[in-house]
């Protein structure tokens, strides 16, 4: 069982930046493993808006591409999101996410990013 658990989330003014942490209970980072952000905004569906395969490989939602980066800490144990230029629309709860090699999900509680314009 792997418990995920967000931080990093808060009020910032748009153009601002934030990183947001995800510290796992066990070992993530497994190469067969995805590790994934999510955001899911008010009267909307969740969406993926970055990901990280236990390669390095990396993905992004194309509205936050060369803005968002995604990276882990192996050792810490700790997925982690840099957003900058932030806008208003990135308002949202972003979940961390991850699913194993055997297609086991977990999720985190969610952390909340709200942007004012």
């Known amino acids: 069982q792997v418990q995920l658990v967000e931080s990093g989330g808060g009020l910032v003014q748009a153009g601002g930046s934030l990183r947001l942490s995800c510290a796992a209970s066990?070992?993530?980072?497994?190469?067969?493993?995805?590790m994934s952000w999510y955001r899911q905004a008010p009267g909307k569906q969740r969406e993926l808006v970055a990901r990280i395969t236990g390669l390095g490989r990396t993905n992004y939602a194309e509205s936050v591409k060369g803005r968002f980066s995604i990276s882990g800490d192996s050792a810490k144990d700790t997925l982690y999101l840099q957003m900058n230029s932030l806008k208003s629309e990135d308002t949202a709860v972003y979940y961390c996410?991850?699913?194993?090699?055997?297609?086991?999900?977990?999720w985190g509680q969610g952390t909340q990013v709200t942007v004012s314009s």
């Open positions: 066990g070992n993530v980072f497994k190469l067969d493993n995805i």
């Open positions: 996410h991850v699913q194993t090699g055997t297609n086991r999900q977990y």
